[in-house]
């Protein structure tokens, strides 16, 4: 083809196929310049704000608002404050003026992580938690894929920056999820302990309970269970025994929210939310999501009853793409954790090169928080959930093609 000929349909499809569209050189630079473009817009913000409020009225780091006011509250002595949502807001609004409400619908675990915080101005306070769960992040990447290549990929993931301009935890329950499952097979015990830290945001860690039961991860799995326990038990001591109480009766109130998109459907990536995009009602939404949960259960305990050492990274990759999937609730910045499979998925090809589509796959997801939203919001087209389905099944493919049977597994279950 003669260079600058533009592509006809089935030489574009090849070229989609085979990922040649990605030589190493050109994705570096597509990264670099997607890093600029992101430090200029946050430092376009910083200097647009006034006292960390923007120009928009809305503080810097949106969502870590409720973060900040709920550690400050808890430092005083007033935990169960941010359970209460007009009393919340009058909290809020008492320290940062007449922003939006921001509610705290995490339990006292997330709470007593980032009670410190509290001690320190808004925008200190949000520099120093994303920073810290950035490099928590970052170091996950590298176990995984080491060298520059996953740190990179991580600087330039439109979820980072979506998950930077919410001042959100995505990064957290990225490093959290990383290094406990890539720590599985060498320590199983300080695995589990990581993955019971992840409790934070407990409906992204629905499947971790199936796949490390049909994994036969024992020590994992007591260990997770007792640090999820024990943690639970110091926010208890720190806050004392009603914040779990303050906690459970907010989650009614909390799921109502959910349900009658107080928080836009078309930030969500979930099945449910995509269904009610497209104007499902509310029982049908939760009937498909509930059996999306069903399934993806089925598949991880299939999967997982694989036992083969050399398959562990394509056993975690599928675990990770399935999670947003069983998840009711799960944002758009909260698919940094797809960074995750992407970056074992990359990591196994270098040893066994890469199969068909699985570039263009894992771009699409890579690139789907810039997309997703506002398709969802302005065309009410929801591609979330289908795109992360078509990223699992190749994911899935290539687990098949390296040895994983997934008809014999059915077959001893």
């Not at 720190?238 to 836009?264: C, H, K, N, T, Y």
């Not at 990223?391 to 040895?403: D, E, K, N, T």
């Amino acid at each position: 083809m003669v260079k600058g000929e533009a592509l006809g349909p089935v030489a574009f499809i090849a070229v989609l196929r085979d990922g040649s569209w990605a030589a190493g050189a050109r994705l570096r630079s597509y990264a670099l310049v997607a890093i600029g473009v992101y430090l200029a817009a946050a430092i376009g913000m910083l200097l647009l704000a006034e006292n960390g409020i923007g120009p928009d009225g809305k503080p810097i780091g949106t969502d870590f608002a409720s973060f900040w006011n709920a550690a400050r509250l808890a430092l005083a002595g007033q935990a169960a404050v941010p359970y209460d949502m007009l009393a919340f807001a009058e909290a809020q609004r008492a320290a940062m003026g007449q922003i939006p409400f921001y509610a705290f619908f995490y339990p006292p675990t997330f709470l007593l992580m980032v009670a410190p915080l509290g001690a320190l101005p808004y925008l200190a306070a949000l520099g120093g938690f994303l920073g810290a769960t950035f490099l928590l992040a970052a170091a996950a990447a590298n176990r995984i894929l080491p060298g520059r290549d996953g740190v990179i990929l991580l600087l330039a993931a439109p979820a980072g920056f979506v998950a930077l301009g919410h001042g959100q935890n995505a990064f957290l329950l990225m490093g959290l999820l990383g290094f406990g499952l890539a720590l599985l097979g060498q320590r199983p015990i300080l695995a589990g302990l990581l993955l019971g830290l992840a409790s934070i945001k407990p409906q992204l860690g629905l499947l971790l309970p199936v796949a490390l039961i049909a994994g036969g991860q024992w020590r994992a799995l007591i260990a997770a269970g007792l640090g999820a326990v024990g943690f639970a038990g110091c926010a208890g001591v720190a806050f004392g025994p009603d914040i779990w109480q303050a906690f459970l009766d907010q989650m009614p109130e909390a799921s109502l929210a959910m349900r009658a998109g107080s928080v836009p459907w078309g930030k969500m990536v979930t099945l449910y939310a995509g269904l009610r995009v497209l104007g499902a009602g509310e029982i049908l939404a939760l009937t498909a999501q509930g059996l999306a949960l069903l399934a993806m259960a089925c598949l991880l305990a299939l999967v997982w009853r694989d036992r083969d050492p050399a398959r562990a990274p394509l056993r975690a990759a599928i675990l990770v793409a399935a999670t947003p999937l069983a998840a009711p609730v799960a944002l758009d910045y909260d698919l940094l954790l797809m960074l995750l499979p992407m970056l074992w998925l990359t990591a196994h090809a270098r040893a066994h090169g890469i199969g068909s589509w699985e570039i263009s796959g894992a771009a699409l997801i890579y690139l789907l928080p810039f997309i997703a939203r506002p398709l969802a919001l302005h065309l009410g087209l929801p591609i979330a959930p289908l795109a992360l389905i078509l990223f699992l099944a190749l994911l899935v493919r290539r687990w098949q093609a390296f040895g994983g049977t997934l008809g014999q597994r059915a077959g001893a279950l």
